[in-house]
């Protein structure tokens, strides 16, 4: 472990390597997420997702260092407080995360039942999902700020782009939301859609 303070922080941080789940309270479960080091108010990780300075997540560790036994899972509640992009990482971001507590325990990594900041509208939407390869049916069975759940055929990753075009009847007009897929499972997928102007295509 580390036991030098480079950075002047006012706690000193230590080397950690393990898997971790990102849990946005928006948009469910993100994946692919290592930390990299820790002290005892916060961590870094390097993730392939775009996450905004302060935004609040749950962090899972999956081997934590705040455990004396090797190999438990605890879950922290956290902000991220600083972004960088990575060159020579095998992830496209670093993230420096303030953490504000445990969260209520877990027996590991999954899908969040959790409040969200946002409440979740349950609907029956018939929506188009185009990958950029293949166009497919399917329904929005619930909606909230910032993201969907489509249930639908097909294959999916996360961090696969996706555009979807809903129809709206009473308008008689199409709306179309660019998004990433941040979960998928055999029921569908769960998208977070782009800043409205983002740019680009899937």
Known sequence: MMNE?????????????????????EVGILHSARMFDYSSSGLYFESDFYLVPG?????????????????????????????????????????????????RSRSGPHRS??????????????????????????????????????ACAGSFTAGQRLQLTIPLQKQQKLITRRGEVVWSDADGIGICFDPAGAPGPP
Not at 5 to 21: D, G, K, T
Not at 67 to 90: F, H, T
């Open 55 to 103: 935004s609040e997540l749950f962090i899972g560790i999956n081997n934590s260092p705040f455990m004396s036994p090797p190999g438990v899972y605890e879950c922290y509640r956290a902000v991220i407080r600083w972004r960088k992009y990575l060159e020579r990482s095998a992830y496209d971001y670093g993230y420096g995360v303030e953490l504000k507590g445990r969260a």
């Open 113 to 150: 039942h959790a409040p969200r900041r946002h409440a979740r509208r349950r609907c029956t939407v018939s929506a188009l999902v185009d990958d950029g390869r293949a166009k497919m049916r399917g329904i929005i069975r619930n909606v909230g700020f910032g993201g969907v759940f489509v």
């Open 5 to 25: 303070n480079p950075e002047s922080r006012s706690s000193v941080r230590f080397a950690h390597q393990a898997p971790i789940s990102l849990e946005h309270s």
